[in-house]
């Protein structure tokens, strides 16, 4: 079937719509089911839904756009091969699609692109050129190769039939999802080609259900075109959310986009991974960044517009996340979540001062503890505590100012997270006769209490940290200044605190950087 060429502003919903209709993806992408929530969906009081396309081979709704596109190709644009540029996912659709259809596919990825991605890539027959750092490097090295090499351009997103194929996952979602209530559904935005699918389908065939777009804070390139009404270029994107990092939208995508899209919301990086998390909670799939994206929007906009009862769908669209991410995922999350306060909390520098902050702390767990002594009047600990519900980091930093505690909530500082919280310390000559030692202990609320009530007693402790993992055993490394008379009593104190301690004063690590 001949497919009529458009130019950018030409296409309107119904030929998004005809498009999709006549799309032909399930040559190699799935149909994917959608997903109850119950555990979201009881805390946000709606009725929260998940259009899964990390289900699919590529674990990617990226696939669809590709293979559409590929299998509309001519015999002859068949026999020459494609080119693409991409950051990951469209890689992985391109070179899978070329894959089934027996056809050469060059892929030029930025040299930063997670090494999971590019092996799946290789894995499939692609030929990978890593060039540039950013994907504006690569998409200029892959329009120069492609005149040279006389190849296809598959576009990420702006292309008529690559946002058609996106579209489909609109027509199956209308067929799965079969209410008579307000149904708003969430789309993750970068270059545009999957929302402007979905809301092209959505209001050709159903105008009253809404379509919400979601952004990251630092990568809003949609967001700020419609604002402006016109295409505006970003001078940076934010790396986290690296699935939807572009600093332009395609011609074709913002206008369509600007035209059919009801509303927006943009997140920052602790809510996605909060949203990670929450669809891991009810799921057990791990989402990359830009698969929790939707779900993050979703919940932003239950709690600033005070959305109940109401049928909601997010669409997470991808999964393609490197393992070692997830220490970073887990680290942010409580704070997404506004489960944690990350302080800077000014207390005595004296023995006994410990224990009586964390008396103060009351029954809230303790998340993370920093301290290295100082010969000073007073210490600045940097302490995370667990809060039951959000709302509540107020409410704490007003009564430990009201007890005459200095403070500095740290729990927006994104230096603080990212750096701070791990160079807590250093070297402190003036901690002679130190001893360090690492303690176990059972972790439960309370446990970091009782364990400094244990460790009461005549030496001053001149190093503490302690970081609450999830685990069923709390750690601590705290040293101890013992002058050298003292070893027998200290040893006997060692012996009656009851938690195994390990001397760790010959350490290397501790001897390069803490003496």
Known sequence: MQVREFKPGEMDAMDVLRLALTSKVYGA??????????????RLGNRVLLKREDLQPIFSFKLRGAYNKMAQLTPEERSRGVICASA?????????????????????????????KVAACRARGAEVVLFGDSFSDAEAHAFALQRELGLTFVHPYDDPLVLAGQGTVALELLRQVEVDGPVTVFVPVGGGGLIAGVAGVLKALRPDVRVVGVEPEDSDAMFQSVQAGERVRLDTVGIFVDGVAVKQVGAFTFDLTRRYVDDWVRVNTDEVCAAIKDVFDDTRAVMEPAGALAVAGLKKYVAE??????????LTCGANVNFDRLRHVAERAEVGEQREAILAVTIPERPGAFREFIEVVGARAITEFNYRFAPRSQAQIFVGVQLARAGQRAALVAELVGLGYAVADLTEDELAKVHVRHMVGGRAPEATDERVYSFTF????????EFLTHLHGRWNISLFHYRNHGSAHGRVLAGFQVPPGDGAAFAAFLSGVGYPAVDMTANPAYRLFLT
Not at 98 to 116: D, F
Not at 305 to 314: A, F, I, K, M, P
């Open 29 to 42: 992408a799935i149909e994917t089911p959608v997903s109850e929530t119950p555990s979201l969906s009881a």
């Open 88 to 116: 990951g996912n469209h890689a992985q659709g391109v070179a899978f699609a070329a894959q089934r259809l027996g056809v050469r596919s060059v892929i030029v990825m930025p040299a930063t692109t997670p090494e999971i």
């Open 305 to 314: 517009r005070g959305v109940r009862g109401e049928t909601l769908v997010g």
């Open 442 to 449: 059972p972790e439960r609320p309370g446990a970091l209490l």
